[in-house]
C-alpha cells in the first residue's frame, strides 16, 4: 500500500510539473520519497520509483536553477543507477554551472563512452571545450602580464639582450626530462630541431644536461630539480623556472646560459599538435630564458609570439596523465610535479629508446577518465 500510495504521490508530481507548478511537483515527489523509505521491503520496483523521483526533483531544481541541490540529488540518484544517462546529464549541468569543470568533464565523458552521439552531451561538451579556450587564453595573457612585471623591474637591462653570437645549425637534438608526481613517474623524451631554431635548442640542450653549471649571478643552469609549475588542460603545460624552481615566485624567473633573455628565432612555426615543445616568454619580442611548455592541443593564437624548438616523441601517455591534475584558479597543479632528472641523449641511444619503448598518444584527457570517475 505504500509503494501504491508513493505511485499515486508522483502521479501528481508529474501533473504538477507539467503545469509548471515546480513546489507542488517537489512536495508531492519527496513525499513519494517518503513513502518508499517507510517501506519494511525494498524491491525492484521501489529502487526504481526512488530512481525516478530523484531525478524529477533534480529536474526541479534545475529550473529553480538551485545548482548545489542538483549536484546532490544527482549523487543519490547516481547511487542507484551509476550511469543513469539523466541523472549525468543534470549533475554535468549543475557543475559548470558550479565552476566545478573538472567534474562536469567526468560526467560527460561517462556519457559519451556508452553513447558517443548523446546530442545534450556533446553541447555540454562543446561549452566546456569553449571555456577551455578562453580560459587558456585568459591564463596566457595572465602569464604575460606576471612577466611583463618583471621584465620591467629588472636592474641590470644590459644583460637581458646579449649577443649571444653563432650557434652551429648541426644535427637535431634528443634531450629527456624524468618526471615524478603523486603516482605518476615517467620519461619525456624529446627530438629539438636544431636547423629550426639552434640558439633557442642550444640553451634547451644545456639546461637538461646541466653542463653550465652555474650563471653569472650564482643560478644552476639545470632543469633537474625544477617543477611543472603551470597546468591547463586542452593548452599547455609549462615549467623550466631554474631561477625560482619552487615557491610562490616560481613562474617568474627569467635566465639562459647567454646570460638572461636571447632573441627570438623562427617565428614562422605553427602550434598545431598535441606535444610540441615550446620556449616561453614575458610576452615581449626576444625575451626567451629557461622556462618552456609542451602543448597539449593546438594553439594558434600562440603563433608568431613563441618559438617553438621540438616535439615530444615518448612519454605521451605520461603527458595526457599529468594534463588531468588537478589544479587552482591559477592553472598550479595541488600536487608537485618535479624534473628529478634531465640530460641528453645521443641519436643511437634515442632511437633504441624508440624502439624498446612504443607508444601512440592516447588521445584527448577527457577520453582517459573511466566511467566509475564519474560518480
Known sequence: KMLERAVELREKGNKAYSSGKYKDARQEYQEALDEIENCFITTIESEELKLKCLLN????SVKLEEWAQVVDLCGEALKLDEMNIKGLLRRAL????????????????AILSVDASNKEALALKSRLEKFSVLRSKESASKQKRVFQNFWSNQK????????????SH?????CFLDVRANGLDGRIVMQLFRKLAPRAVENFRCLCSGEKGKSENGTLLHYKGTIIHRVCRGFV????????????MVGEGIESIYGGMFPDENLGSRHIDFGQVCMANTGQK????????ITFDGAPWLDGDNVI?????????????????????????????????????????????????????P?????????????
Open 57 to 60: 526533483l533534480a529536474a526541479i
Open 94 to 109: 549543475a557543475r559548470i554551472e558550479l565552476e566545478q569543470r573538472n567534474l562536469a568533464w567526468e560526467d560527460v565523458n
Open 156 to 167: 641590470d637591462s644590459s644583460r637581458l639582450y646579449r649577443d649571444v653570437g653563432d650557434v
Open 170 to 174: 648541426g644535427p637535431d637534438v634528443y
Open 237 to 248: 603545460m609549462q615549467g623550466g623556472d631554474v631561477v625560482y624552481r619552487d615557491g610562490p
Open 286 to 293: 626576444d625575451s626567451n630564458g629557461c622556462q618552456f611548455y
Open 309 to 361: 624548438i621540438g616535439k615530444v616523441l615518448r612519454g605521451l601517455s605520461l603527458l595526457r596523465k599529468l594534463e588531468t591534475v588537478e589544479v587552482d584558479a591559477d592553472d598550479r597543479p595541488h600536487q608537485r610535479i618535479e624534473v628529478h632528472e634531465s640530460g641528453e641523449m645521443s641519436a643511437k641511444d634515442a632511437e633504441q629508446y624508440l624502439r624498446d619503448h612504443t607508444e601512440v598518444d
Open 363 to 375: 588521445g584527448p584527457w577527457w577520453m582517459q577518465l573511466s566511467p566509475g570517475q564519474a560518480t
